[in-house]
């Protein structure tokens, strides 16, 4: 009798042979960071169910939106999953990835668990050696290698040794079998990244933000952003990038890079649109000819499809590729192109980006983009190994001159530095002067469990990056202040401007938002001194 019960609750249990999970960084309990899946989980989704499995997307940040209670261990309850694949992309994910094996083993430690991404990839031995809960790693490009894992894992006596880019136990050793699948074009030609319904609530996915610093519905924005994938690789090797041409060797045994075919990529575009999708996210430019651009904005164009587009540019891009940029999406205010110089002392450049462009070509650049009205933003990154008194300097200086010629239409950014895995600083500190001591995946594990977002270099004094150091610290407390004013707490948002007030005194827009809390929160007067000192800052207003 019991026997039958359990049968037939078994039954009532939706059956997913795959489940593939995205998770950000974890901040406290509230919100995430790095909420954005990998692009290829939705191919590699579509790829199982083309070959009769059932698979599903969930993103861990997203399921937090929609219902505040979700948890893991309940989805698992109402399903009846086969195996579970965990993205460990972005190693900010590290930690976050790790504890979620662990929740889950905890459950139902008889679901096999499988990651795949640039980081699992990387520290494939050491994530097997360390962490019981972790079955497999998939290795690079993921589509085939999932599928022929499944299949194995389908028949009584599975040989893993089949299976493409696979790294496993074989009685206590780890066994790593060679990366052969690296997808090339006829690979890419097949795939599909348009099989929305694939991700569970895929249209509150659009919505998001790299950084939700609260899950709330109410922090949702309205853009409506896909990112696109045009094609996979990259030819050069900027010092602090895991995914530049020797990284991509490591991981996915991948040289050069490779485009989809102009009409797929049209395909996902229409389809995206079609769904609702309002902007095309694009970072991916290995080609500074930027031929095969050209062809799709035209074809997009002919096609009729009105969308807005972000183009994220690796090299300068020349007076065709923007009047193309223009023609195709200049009508959309929110269509954007983004550059990162990083720095303003051009042999900085050259030495930490592999494609290199002088500050007068940039700077033509943007004067072109702000005639044509398009919204640009613009990288600078701090503190650059080997950054020398002159370099901060002359950047600094840079960032005047590049906030001037954007003006109104666009912003600079200035960043923390940073490294990945597997990149030159990474594989070779030494011929950078640094004298880091290479990061296991432990120390990632580790690093991200602090309330910390960007590791920082060790290198440099950091005083004397002085106000960029400020700024950057004000920008995360403003945005963090403005999330909670927009779902009414206060309180705690006008602790945050009064934080962001210590670096950026005087600053007009921190001073309106104190002023707007304070308002909420009853205090009429002290809104009002704030707002008189707000206006101060801008004469022409008579308070
Ligand atoms: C495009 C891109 C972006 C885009 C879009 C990303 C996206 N949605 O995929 C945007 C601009 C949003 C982006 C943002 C960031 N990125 Co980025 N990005 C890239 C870039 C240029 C290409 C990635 C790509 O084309 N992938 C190809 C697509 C189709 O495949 P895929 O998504 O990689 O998925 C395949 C495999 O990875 C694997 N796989 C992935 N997950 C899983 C899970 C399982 C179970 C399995 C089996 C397999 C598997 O199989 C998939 C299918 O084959 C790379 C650099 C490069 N040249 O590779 C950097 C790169 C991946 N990004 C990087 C970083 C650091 C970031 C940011 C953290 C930057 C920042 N500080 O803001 C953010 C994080 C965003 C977030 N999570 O919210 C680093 C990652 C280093 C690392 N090891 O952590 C890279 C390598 C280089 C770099 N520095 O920019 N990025
Ligand atoms: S940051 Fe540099 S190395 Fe990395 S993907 Fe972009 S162009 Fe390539």
Redesign the pocket.
């Given at each position: 009798m019991t026997e039958v019960i359990a049968n037939t609750l078994r039954t009532q249990k939706e059956k997913l042979d795959c489940l593939?999970i995205h998770t950000?960084k974890s901040l406290g309990q509230e919100g995430g960071?790095?909420?954005?899946?990998?692009?290829?989980?939705l191919?590699?989704a579509d790829w199982l169910e083309q070959n009769g499995y059932s698979a599903l997307i969930l993103n861990l940040g997203v399921e937090k939106i929609v219902d505040a209670d979700f948890s893991i261990e309940h989805f698992l309850e109402h399903h009846d999953v086969g195996v579970i694949?965990?993205?460990l992309?972005?190693?900010?994910q590290s930690l976050d990835v790790i504890n979620l094996s662990k929740a889950i083993k905890a459950v139902r430690p008889e679901i096999p668990i499988?990651?795949?991404?640039?980081?699992?990839s990387?520290f494939a031995g050491e994530i097997l050696r360390n962490y019981a809960s972790i079955d497999f790693v998939?290795c690079?490009?993921?589509?085939v290698?999932?599928l022929n894992l499944l299949n194995q894992l389908g028949v009584s006596t599975p040989d893993f040794s089949q299976v493409p880019n696979l790294v496993w136990r074989c009685r206590g050793d780890i066994v790593r079998n060679q990366l052969t699948y690296v997808?090339g074009p006829d690979d890419m030609a097949q795939l599909n990244f348009s099989n929305f319904e694939l991700i569970k609530h895929f249209s509150t996915y659009t919505r998001i933000f790299?950084f939700m610093p609260y899950y709330s519905n109410d922090l949702l924005n309205d853009s409506k952003t896909f990112?696109l994938?045009v094609?996979?690789?990259?030819p050069v090797s900027c010092s602090?990038?895991?995914?530049?041409r020797p990284?991509?060797k490591i991981i996915f045994g991948r040289q050069g890079f490779v485009f989809r075919p102009i009409e797929r990529v049209l395909e996902t575009v229409r389809d995206a649109v079609e769904a609702g999708i309002k902007m095309v996210?694009v970072?991916?430019d290995p080609d500074p000819v930027k031929e095969y651009y050209l062809e799709l904005f035209k074809a997009i164009r002919q096609k009729k499809i009105n969308v807005a587009m972000t183009f994220?540019c690796w090299s300068l891009p020349d007076t065709e590729f923007l009047r193309a940029f223009v023609s195709t999406f200049g009508n959309h205010r929110e269509s954007k192109i983004v550059l990162s110089p990083d720095s303003g002392a051009e042999r900085q450049r050259k030495q930490h980006r592999g494609f290199f462009y002088t500050n007068k070509n940039l700077l033509a650049v943007l004067r072109q983009l702000r005639s044509d009205n398009i919204f640009t933003e613009v990288y600078f990154t701090y503190p650059l190994p080997g950054d020398t008194l002159n370099d901060i300097e002359e950047t600094d200086r840079f960032i005047c001159t590049v906030e001037q010629e954007i003006g109104e239409r666009g912003h600079v950014i200035i960043?923390d530095f940073g490294y990945?895995?597997?990149s030159p600083l990474y594989l070779h500190p030494e011929s950078f002067n640094l004298q880091a001591s290479v990061p296991t995946f432990a120390n990632y594990c580790r690093r991200h469990d602090e309330d910390q977002l960007?590791p920082t270099s060790s290198s440099g004094d950091m005083e004397i990056y002085g106000h960029w150091i400020q700024r950057s610290k004000a920008a995360v407390a403003m945005s963090r202040a403005k999330a909670l004013s927009r779902i009414n707490r206060h309180e705690e948002a006008a602790n945050y401007v009064r934080e962001a007030l210590k670096s950026i005194p005087g600053d007009w827009d921190a001073l309106m938002l104190l002023g707007s809390c304070l308002e909420q929160l009853g205090k009429p007067e002290r809104a009002r001194l704030v707002y008189r000192e707000a206006m101060r800052l801008y004469p022409s207003i008579v308070v």
């Open positions: 593939l950000p960071y790095a909420m954005i899946m990998a692009m290829g989980l191919a590699m694949g965990i993205s992309h972005w190693h900010f499988v990651l795949g991404g640039y980081t699992a990387f998939v690079g490009d993921g589509e290698p999932l997808a790299l990112f994938c094609g996979r690789g990259c602090f990038c895991g995914g530049g990284a991509q996210y970072c991916f994220e960043q990945d895995p597997g960007i």
